[in-house]
């Protein structure tokens, strides 16, 4: 299917030369028919020739309901400019004209209705001069006459034409479907309709509305039921329990997971100079029409702050209105659907800067240099396509933060001597890094992370070592005779030199303020073996020769530990 926008100014035509090429009324108010002028968008389809099928948006001529135009010729890929042979060039054809120019419309066709009441020659050469200045280039001209039927074989040909010459659509690309109806059928819910501009749309697909999760119930394209839509295509999608005041024009059905809902973007302007357009202006993409207020940054380049968010992607095309000369002052390319704050002193100069060198197309490896820390999910979101998985970091920058993490893991050796091994949680905020497992990626050897820190090689202090090298000697002769908490203390051992020692693997911690050697724990099985099975607490501590103070949670360490159990009867068994 081909989707193709007609455009030009009031009274010329447009409704009339889509009602004879397609047989359909396109006018769908009553208030339309009766003044015979086309007030909200209209939609028609004929098979052409060829056998493809063209499906027509038909769009307002008059300059009251450029908004509604503008909602209709956003997601379409090419548009037929429709001028009246008796009337000739006119204010809404230049208007209208200029919003195709800005959105970047390169496919169209020029069609000089009303030919048999004037000679068509003069308007066909100023339209096509006007036509030559714009986005659309050389295009090919045709007259007709709707009340005659002259020219409208040549016409269909002219559209088999058009059509072949539009790009193939990309059915891989993330769903955005720009509503510019919505309604409600009784026993089926709320309907919306669109123009599928990429990707594929199936019945029972996940997909989100103003960022809610919303299922489709059913699928239409030009008054069929369909289970699958493929791009380029009207459709009408049946959304599963969503209430019909939740969906209207100007939203947008998208992929999850695919899109920024932004309500900041930094965009290249293309038209008149950024500095001379007002404060608010109005941006039209797709269906959507949302003010925006401007604040310059270089000659060509702005941010637009928008009164509400809208799925954008880098390298979306839109256009500015200026409602108040009714006049359209340019088009604009994003740039950045994320764009950093601009809080510090010099901070928009330097963004300028940057912003003349960005051209909107997608780019993964600079914008990996721009954010250097970013997830590949969210260059995704951007419309981006990330070179991996997962966070991904600037390489230059990932160099930085080595010597960076490197001072960091020094510095904190050097400030807590006792314990110097520096948790991971608190190197990601030194770094200011997002996620953890950034610093997991970034240690090194001889750095290791264990237990959630990074270990830095250190020794113990000398104090430190001698004091623990003081408990063993007195373990090697009763192994299970646990120093006496003043013992301890009267070595300097307090929580966090024991902490620093159980760390090192020089003692094992059996409970607060009681320490034995490794090798204990390795021997005890063999100690309670002999045992008779089971065995009580009081016999474990005489065969031990230790004290109920260190017996008790040496039991429940190792039924903690599997090696033995304890039986409802309060005694133990080795497992």
Excluded: C
Aim: charged residues 25%; aromatic residues 2%; glycine residues 8%.
């Amino acid at each position: 299917m081909w989707v193709i926008a007609t455009a030009g100014h009031v009274d010329h035509g447009k409704s009339t030369l889509v009602r004879a090429l397609t047989g359909m009324e396109p006018d769908r108010w009553a208030e339309e028919r009766r003044r015979g002028m086309t007030i909200d968008l209209g939609y028609a389809w004929t098979r052409l020739p060829s056998g493809n099928t063209v499906a027509f948006v038909d769009v307002p001529g008059h300059e009251r309901f450029v908004p509604n135009m503008l909602a209709g010729v956003g997601p379409v890929p090419a548009a037929m400019l429709v001028v009246a042979a008796d009337e000739g060039w006119k204010p809404q054809s230049a208007e209208h004209l200029a919003a195709l120019d800005a959105l970047g419309v390169r496919h169209a066709l020029l069609v000089v209705s009303r030919a048999d009441l004037a000679d068509p020659g003069p308007a066909t050469r100023q339209a096509l001069e006007q036509l030559a200045k714009t986005s659309a280039g050389d295009v090919e001209a045709v007259a007709v006459s709707a009340a005659t039927g002259e020219g409208l074989d040549e016409l269909r040909a002219a559209l088999d034409r058009l059509g072949a010459a539009l790009p193939p659509p990309d059915l891989g690309a993330p769903v955005r479907l720009w509503i510019d109806r919505s309604f409600t059928i009784r026993g089926s819910g709320t309907v919306v309709t669109g123009t599928l501009g990429a990707g594929r749309l199936t019945t029972d697909a996940e997909l989100e509305l103003d960022g809610a999760p919303v299922r489709v119930r059913g699928l239409q394209s030009l008054g069929d039921p369909v289970s699958t839509v493929d791009a380029v295509a009207r459709v009408a999608v049946n959304l599963r329990g969503v209430e019909r005041t939740a969906a209207a024009r100007g939203d947008a059905l998208v992929e999850p997971g695919r899109y920024v809902a932004t309500s900041l973007v930094d965009v290249r302007v293309h038209g008149d100079p950024v500095a001379s357009l007002p404060a608010t202006v109005v941006l039209h993409i797709g269906s959507a029409a949302v003010p925006a207020r401007v604040r310059p940054l270089g000659v060509d380049t702005a941010r637009l702050r928008l009164d509400r968010p809208l799925p954008l992607h880098a390298g979306d095309h839109a256009l500015l209105r200026d409602p108040g000369r009714h006049r359209v002052p340019g088009g604009v390319t994003v740039l950045d659907v994320a764009p950093p704050p601009l809080t510090r002193r010099g901070a928009a100069a330097a963004r300028a800067s940057e912003l003349s060198t960005m051209d909107g197309s997608p780019d993964a490896a600079d914008e990996l240099r721009r954010r250097r820390v970013v997830h590949a999910d969210e260059l995704r979101r951007m419309g981006i396509e990330p070179p991996g998985s997962g966070w991904l970091v600037d390489p230059s920058y990932e160099a930085v933060l080595r010597t960076r993490l490197l001072a960091e893991v020094r510095d904190y050796a050097s400030a807590h001597p006792v314990d110097p091994d520096p948790p991971v949680d608190a190197m990601a905020r030194a770094l200011d890094l997002p996620d953890r497992a950034l610093v997991e990626r970034l240690t090194a050897p001889p750095f290791v992370v264990h237990n959630g820190r990074i270990s830095s090689g250190a020794r113990l202090p000398e104090r430190i070592q001698k004091a623990v090298a003081a408990v063993l000697a007195e373990l090697a002769a009763a192994p299970f005779a646990a120093p006496e908490a003043d013992r301890l203390a009267a070595l300097g051992l307090g929580p966090k030199e024991i902490g620093a020692a159980v760390k090192a693997g020089l003692l094992v911690r059996i409970a607060d303020g009681i320490v034995l050697a490794p090798a204990a724990l390795e021997a005890v099985a063999g100690r309670l073996a002999v045992l008779p099975q089971p065995f009580t607490v009081s016999e474990a501590r005489k065969a031990l020769g230790t004290s109920r103070r260190v017996a008790v949670p040496l039991l429940e360490l190792l039924h903690r530990r599997g090696t033995t159990r304890r039986l409802p009867d309060g005694r133990h068994q080795l497992s």
